[in-house]
């Protein structure tokens, strides 16, 4: 009986607990929230990139990509010293090269008055149910709401449910989903994310966090192959850059066949959208400079896609520009594998992207 007791009181306890914490979802905010997202009125109150419509238009492969909630990023303001986030995924946790942290898991960052970021490590577990707590989170002086936070979601994993919980009596306010024109990047396993160790370390979401532009996402592993039926949900967005970076995609594909695609990519835009446009080289392989054939490969690629660009610069197209193997600039330890990035690949990518991109669209460098 008296155990029976204990065990009684111990159950109470955690109720107690659990009772003294309130848990938001962010798709019950009553606007949308998700940002770095396209079709808000479609799809805004879920974790996906691409509007249900678009699953009868598009190959298979790239409709079950477009459910992982790669660069996608909930955006609030909070004063609580503890902030727990739990989540269940419809995938498997990690994949060989890259680690449950990054295929699932969640970052976030907080943001002070100055406009300085911050990282904030969060306890994990993988269970049933993901969770990340934070605890002792110092507070804005600037303000009473708190810091402001991003909260960068998985990569190559796709979001079932999501809940928030902070304590009671302290304040969590989402940010609505921002209205600014965003970059609109279609790409890759390397744009989607492979092989970050979290999600803000994909070299998209570097970028972002640099640029301060909206980014959507729509990389595709495996699946960047400048396709029309993709172009079209592309060209959709309203954006103030389309970056096109889908050459380790189309190995398979002759040097003549990558120059009609580059071509026709850059003409199905431009048919309806005047923004600029810039293409990205093969980043190459961590093993070409032993592997003769692998160099041949990416070499050949990167040839017809500049073939292509200065064709179509000498044909009057405004605003094309390009960003080659040698600005991208890879290290030999900047790869998981033979084609993925590490962080430090990311870091690179994203380093050579941004500053094409602030080249752009005259973004200081200070911003």
């Given at each position: 009986m008296k155990r029976l007791f204990s065990i009684l009181i111990l159950c109470l306890g955690f109720l107690s607990a659990g009772a003294q914490w309130k848990w938001q979802n962010p798709m019950d905010a009553g606007f949308p929230v998700i940002q770095n997202q396209g079709w808000p009125e479609e799809i805004g109150q879920t974790y996906v990139r691409l509007p249900d419509r678009a699953k009868t238009e598009i190959r298979g492969a790239v409709w079950d990509l477009s459910r992982n909630s790669a660069g996608l990023a909930i955006h609030f303001y909070c004063n609580s010293p503890q902030i727990t986030i739990r989540y269940q995924v419809s995938g498997s946790y990690a994949m060989p090269h890259m680690p449950a942290t990054g295929v699932s898991g969640l970052d976030l960052y907080n943001i002070?008055?100055?406009?300085?970021?911050?990282?904030?490590?969060?306890?994990?577990?993988?269970?049933?149910?993901?969770?990340?707590?934070?605890?002792?989170?110092?507070?804005?002086?600037?303000?009473?709401?708190?810091?402001?936070?991003?909260?960068?979601?998985?990569?190559?994993?796709?979001?079932?449910?999501?809940?928030?919980?902070?304590?009671?009596?302290?304040?969590?306010?989402?940010?609505?989903?921002?209205?600014?024109?965003?970059?609109?990047?279609?790409?890759?396993?390397?744009?989607?994310?492979?092989?970050?160790?979290?999600?803000?370390?994909?070299?998209?979401?570097?970028?972002?966090?640099?640029?301060?532009?909206?980014?959507?996402?729509?990389?595709?592993?495996?699946?960047?192959?400048?396709?029309?039926?993709?172009?079209?949900?592309?060209?959709?967005?309203?954006?103030?850059?389309?970056?096109?970076?889908?050459?380790?995609?189309?190995?398979?594909?002759?040097?003549?066949?990558?120059?009609?695609?580059?071509?026709?990519?850059?003409?199905?835009?431009?048919?309806?959208?005047?923004?600029?446009?810039?293409?990205?080289?093969?980043?190459?392989?961590?093993?070409?400079?032993?592997?003769?054939?692998?160099?041949?490969?990416?070499?050949?690629?990167?040839?017809?896609?500049?073939?292509?660009?200065?064709?179509?610069?000498?044909?009057?197209?405004?605003?094309?520009?390009?960003?080659?193997h040698d600005e991208l600039n890879y290290s030999p330890d900047a790869w998981v594998d033979y084609v993925h990035p590490s962080d430090l690949g990311a870091e690179a990518q994203a380093t050579a992207v941004g500053k094409k991109v602030r080249e752009i669209l005259h973004i200081p460098a200070n911003n």
């Open positions: 002070n008055n100055e406009r300085d970021w911050s990282f904030c490590f969060g306890s994990y577990s993988f269970g049933d149910t993901i969770q990340y707590s934070y605890d002792n989170l110092q507070q804005d002086k600037a303000h009473n709401r708190g810091f402001e936070y991003r909260l960068f979601l998985p990569l190559y994993n796709s979001i079932k449910w999501m809940e928030i919980g902070t304590p009671e009596g302290t304040e969590l306010t989402f940010i609505p989903r921002s209205e600014e024109k965003p970059i609109v990047l279609y790409g890759t396993s390397i744009a989607q994310g492979a092989c970050a160790s979290r999600p803000a370390m994909a070299w998209a979401n570097i970028l972002q966090r640099a640029s301060g532009c909206p980014l959507i996402n729509l990389g595709f592993s495996g699946n960047g192959r400048l396709e029309k039926e993709v172009l079209n949900y592309v060209i959709e967005q309203d954006a103030r850059l389309y970056i096109l970076d889908c050459l380790p995609n189309l190995t398979p594909k002759t040097e003549q066949k990558v120059t009609d695609l580059v071509v026709a990519a850059v003409k199905q835009i431009r048919a309806t959208r005047n923004a600029p446009i810039l293409l990205v080289e093969h980043a190459g392989y961590s093993n070409a400079p032993t592997n003769n054939s692998q160099y041949e490969l990416y070499a050949r690629l990167n040839k017809g896609s500049r073939k292509r660009f200065e064709k179509l610069q000498a044909e009057g197209v405004k605003d094309l520009y390009y960003l080659t």
